[in-house]
């Protein structure tokens, strides 16, 4: 298969096609950050998510728990490290080249070195998107694709968190329909691995209902460990996939920056 190059004006199907292709042909290094660098926090966190899950229950005249909001809070941390390790790791195969940085420790020092910008900037744009979809959802969907790249341009083109929030929005300026497609094309990809991974999660947590329900004694207590374990796995497998929305974030900012300023990019390559 030949490699996917990252510098070339895509179709926003293509853009989806690339962000798989990239991830298969550097699936070895590229699962060799994450693990090392996100693993144990994932199994941790997923853990902790996973048990408030199964003692949390919702409460229609109560409302939601404080503890419901933990697990929400968790399950933003989680997506926030896996996105900046795959687009910290798209950054490095750029400039260095597929085989000339290390996974680990390369990608390790990108984090380390983003990581409070880019909390700041992720809580910018959560907070931009909230304000948007208040007012009549219009402005909500507008800035949800308008701002998709911001994330990666902060890491790519070391910027600061404004420089990179008005960045993404002059790059999609005159390709908001294009970036829209691409973004739902992905959403598709990523809500189909979703769905099969929460299969577990939703026939488990029937069973658990149906065992409350009917009394003690429908499932052993052997049967219920085994579940939530089962639970536990898929969980974790899911939380790494938030590495794809990282890689199309970078494969449609690439492709915009062709469109827009492909001279100026070509030039740019002309020089590594």
């Known amino acids: 298969m030949e490699s996917v190059k990252l510098n070339r004006n895509r179709s926003a199907s293509e853009v989806t096609v690339d962000t798989i292709k990239f991830i298969r042909q550097n699936f070895n290094s590229l699962f060799k950050s994450l693990l090392y660098i996100a693993g144990v926090p994932i199994l941790l966190l997923s853990l902790v998510a996973v048990y408030i899950e199964h003692t949390t229950q919702f409460d229609p005249l109560g409302g939601i728990s404080y503890m419901m909001f933990v697990g929400i809070f968790i399950q933003l941390i989680l997506v926030y490290l896996v996105y900046l390790v795959g687009i910290s790791y798209v950054k490095l ?6 085989d000339n940085f290390d996974p ?3 990608v390790w020092a990108e984090v380390k070195q983003y ?15 909230m304000a948007g979809f208040a007012l009549f959802i219009i402005p909500g ?10 994330g990666f341009i902060l890491v790519y083109e070391e910027e600061t968190v404004s420089e990179a929030y008005s960045r993404s929005m002059q ?11 691409a973004i739902v094309l992905l959403s598709v990809v ?15 947590g029937f069973l658990l209902g149906a065992e409350q329900a009917m009394g003690e004694g429908l499932l052993g207590g052997t049967a219920i460990t085994i579940l939530t374990a089962i639970n536990y796995v898929f969980t974790v497998i899911y939380n790494f996939f938030s590495v794809i929305s990282g890689i199309g974030a970078a494969m449609l900012y690439f492709s915009l920056r062709e469109k827009k300023e492909g001279s100026s990019l070509s030039n740019e ?3 590594l």
């Open 115 to 129: 990581a409070m910008p880019f909390v700041g900037l992720m809580i910018l744009v959560t907070l931009s998107y």
């Open 269 to 271: 390559i002309a020089e």
């Open 141 to 150: 969907i507008f800035l949800a694709v308008a701002l998709f790249m911001s």
């Open 171 to 181: 790059l999609v300026k005159g390709y908001w329909w294009h970036t829209f497609g």
């Open 93 to 98: 195969h750029r400039n260095r080249g597929a």
């Open 104 to 106: 680990v420790l390369d």
């Open 190 to 204: 990523i809500m189909g691995i979703s769905i099969f991974l929460g299969l577990p999660s939703f026939i488990i």
